[in-house]
């Protein structure tokens, strides 16, 4: 029968004091002893045993032997660690984790890690989601979602949204089925995730277009009231004063019956009206670029260098990365700007080319 410093030689070096400790009080004590030691097996695997027992005697009270159970506890003690870490898990998940029986009765409950998830994960389930949108629309209460699940052995997804502290919370949780052994589903897993920063975040998102699309809206409005301010004094300032110098021209020619000068009059009024048509012209092409709109803003541009260029400046226009079918609003808006830039250069750059 192997004695206790064999035991002790293949023990855990931690675990052999306090065994002997054990051992000792028992026989002080005359009762029985119980403790767990690890063991290291031929092959250097480590097992947990549970050894309970008592000593044996002789007629003079002296110790002969101890008589004991000695169980392998290791499946256990394995078992009893993943439950460990798995409880560490659900204590540390920002999720809430609950499992229902075909009674729709909650028969497991984790509770959120963090502070945002104000209501445990009952109160959370009873809500009737009167202001959450439902995919499709199916306008689902939550154990309307997890029968469903039941009859059909299908994942279900579910949308929950309450106040708190005068707070919308959101949740989306996903239900999962679990089946038994003959195929049928006794119960149902459902992982609720707290989506409020997501919504926060998207309705963040969505003032955010929404003001840049009204600065784009502000800009567009003031570059066309600039436009229409320029066109305006083009008119007033240009073809008006044309008009009304042709109109003097015209009455002296009226006014006398056989004027000295009829022929001058005539041909003043004529060069006069010639240039009102051609501002008449210009004005109508700033509203409008004709080859902008029948041939796009390639050409359009292209035509900008074409038309400044002279004997003492060479315009040159290259086109590249243009992306096709650009809003009408943004060509137009790109083609003035190379109109600017072009009139600026050729005033004041006081180059050749």
Same mark, same amino acid.
């Given at each position: 029968?192997?004695?206790?410093?064999?035991?002790?030689?293949?023990?855990?070096?931690?675990?052999?004091?306090?065994?002997?400790?054990?051992?000792?009080?028992?026989?002080?004590?005359?009762?029985?002893?119980?403790?767990?030691?690890?063991?290291?097996?031929?092959? +250097?695997?480590?097992?947990?045993?549970?050894?309970? =027992?008592?000593?044996?005697?002789?007629?003079?009270?002296?110790?002969?032997?101890?008589?004991?159970?000695?169980?392998?506890?290791?499946?256990?003690?394995?078992?009893?660690?993943?439950?460990?870490?798995?409880?560490?898990?659900?204590?540390?998940?920002?999720?809430?984790?609950?499992?229902?029986?075909?009674?729709?009765?909650? !028969?497991?409950?984790?509770?959120?890690?963090?502070?945002?998830?104000?209501?445990?994960?009952?109160?959370?389930?009873?809500?009737?989601?009167? +202001?959450?949108?439902?995919?499709?629309?199916?306008?689902?209460?939550?154990?309307?979602?997890?029968?469903?699940?039941?009859?059909?052995?299908?994942?279900?997804?579910?949308?929950?949204?309450?106040?708190?502290?005068?707070?919308?919370?959101?949740?989306?949780?996903?239900?999962?089925?679990?089946?038994?052994?003959? =195929?049928?589903?006794?119960?149902?897993?459902?992982?609720?995730?707290?989506?409020?920063?997501?919504?926060?975040?998207?309705?963040?998102?969505?003032?955010?277009?929404?003001?840049?699309?009204?600065?784009?809206?502000?800009?567009?409005?003031?570059?066309?009231?600039?436009?229409?301010?320029?066109? *305006?004094?083009?008119?007033?300032?240009?073809?008006?004063?044309?008009?009304? *110098?042709?109109?003097?021209?015209?009455?002296?020619?009226?006014?006398?019956?056989?004027?000295?000068?009829?022929? *001058?009059?005539?041909?003043?009024?004529?060069?006069?009206?010639?240039?009102?048509?051609?501002?008449?012209?210009?004005?109508?092409?700033?509203?409008?670029?004709?080859?902008?709109?029948?041939?796009?803003?390639? !050409?359009?541009?292209?035509?900008?260098?074409?038309?400044?260029?002279?004997?003492?400046?060479?315009?040159?226009?290259?086109?590249?990365?243009?992306?096709?079918?650009?809003?009408?609003?943004?060509?137009?808006?790109?083609?003035?700007?190379?109109?600017?830039?072009?009139?600026?250069?050729?005033?004041?750059?006081?180059?050749?080319?």
């Amino acid at each position: 029968m192997p004695g206790l410093e064999m035991v002790d030689s293949v023990s855990h070096p931690e675990d052999v004091l306090m065994v002997r400790q054990i051992l000792k009080k028992a026989i002080q004590n005359k009762e029985g002893y119980a403790y767990e030691r690890r063991i290291f097996r031929p092959d +250097g695997q480590m097992r947990h045993l549970h050894s309970n =027992g008592n000593a044996l005697y002789d007629s003079d009270g002296n110790i002969k032997s101890f008589i004991g159970i000695v169980t392998d506890i290791t499946t256990h003690k394995q078992a009893a660690k993943v439950s460990s870490t798995c409880a560490v898990c659900l204590r540390n998940t920002p999720d809430i984790i609950n499992r229902w029986n075909k009674d729709l009765e909650m !028969v497991f409950a984790s509770q959120p890690a963090d502070g945002k998830n104000q209501s445990p994960g009952a109160a959370l389930y009873l809500q009737h989601d009167e +202001g959450a949108s439902q995919p499709g629309d199916t306008g689902l209460v939550w154990h309307d979602t997890v029968k469903r699940v039941f009859e059909t052995g299908k994942k279900q997804d579910h949308y929950s949204a309450y106040t708190v502290l005068e707070d919308m919370v959101y949740y989306h949780t996903r239900l999962v089925p679990g089946f038994s052994e003959d =195929g049928t589903v006794n119960s149902v897993l459902a992982i609720a995730h707290n989506m409020s920063d997501y919504k926060r975040l998207e309705r963040e998102n969505l003032d955010l277009r929404l003001n840049q699309q009204k600065e784009i809206l502000l800009a567009i409005l003031d570059t066309q009231k600039n436009e229409h301010t320029r066109i *305006a004094e083009g008119l007033h300032n240009g073809i008006g004063q044309l008009r009304f *110098a042709a109109k003097i021209s015209l009455d002296q020619f009226i006014e006398n019956e056989y004027p000295e000068n009829a022929k *001058a009059a005539v041909r003043k009024a004529d060069l006069i009206l010639v240039d009102a048509i051609n501002q008449t012209r210009s004005l109508s092409h700033n509203l409008t670029p004709s080859l902008l709109d029948s041939f796009g803003l390639e !050409v359009a541009s292209k035509h900008i260098g074409v038309s400044l260029t002279s004997n003492e400046l060479h315009f040159k226009c290259w086109v590249f990365n243009l992306r096709p079918n650009l809003e009408k609003y943004l060509q137009v808006a790109v083609y003035r700007m190379a109109q600017e830039l072009a009139n600026n250069a050729g005033k004041h750059a006081a180059a050749t080319k």
